[in-house]
Structures are given as structure tokens and as C-alpha cells.
């Protein structure tokens, strides 16, 4: 059983960054042949695909983020990261990784809230 477990969220003001984390546990030999993706949902919206990394590490980006994010991953540590440069306000939301191809249960998440 995969469980996700997200953090690294937090209050920033605009302009400002943030670094998430995303483990994988449980998920063993999956996680390093598997493409991860990074979720986002902001109140009263649904989730979206923010970023994506294959298991080679070719990434695609939604085109709000593109040029301000950046994904990687450890396959050693099963864990998924998301680098968040020039953060604006509409960037507030929950973030969610899971599995884009196949996915698991959803960990909690972690909040990120950009203010102007």
C-alpha cells in the first residue's frame, strides 16, 4: 500500500519560493519506474496537474508554472520534489504527488499560501 506524504508548505509572500517534498513510502521498486506528478487545488476548484517527471526524467509543466517550477525526484529515496520560484498569490493551494498513470490514495498535502 502506497502512502503519500507531502510537505514543505507554507505561508510566502509573492516573489518568494518554496521547496516541496513528496514521499513515497510503501511503494518500493514502483516509485523508480513510475512517472510522478505534482497536484495542486486551490478552494472551490478542482485538482490539476501541476508537473510531471518521468522515470528517465523528462518533465512537462502546466503552462501557468512553466519557467517557476521545477520537479525532480530521488528514486533511492522515493521521493518526489517540487522546486517553486516567483510564487503569486494564485498559486495558493493544496499539493497533492501521486502516481499520474495509476493513481493511489491521496496523502493530506500541503498547503502553500502566496500572499500579495
Known amino acids: 500500500q502506497v502512502q503519500f506524504v507531502e510537505s514543505g508548505g507554507g505561508l510566502v509572500q509573492s516573489g518568494g519560493s518554496l521547496r516541496l517534498s513528496c514521499s513515497a513510502s510503501?511503494?518500493?521498486?514502483?516509485?523508480?519506474?513510475?512517472?510522478m506528478g505534482w497536484y495542486r487545488q486551490a478552494f472551490g476548484k478542482q485538482r490539476e496537474l501541476v508537473a510531471r517527471?518521468?522515470?528517465?526524467?523528462?518533465?512537462t509543466y502546466e503552462g501557468s508554472v512553466e519557467g517557476r517550477f521545477t520537479i525532480s525526484r530521488d528514486n533511492a529515496k522515493n521521493t518526489a520534489y517540487l522546486q517553486m520560484n516567483s510564487l503569486k498569490p494564485e498559486d495558493t493551494a493544496v499539493y497533492y504527488c501521486?502516481?499520474?498513470?495509476?493513481?493511489?490514495?491521496w496523502g493530506q498535502g500541503t498547503q502553500v499560501t502566496v500572499s500579495s
Open positions: 501521486n502516481f499520474p498513470t495509476f493513481i493511489r490514495s
Open positions: 510503501g511503494s518500493g521498486s514502483i516509485f523508480s519506474g513510475s512517472m
Open positions: 517527471i518521468g522515470p528517465g526524467g523528462t518533465t
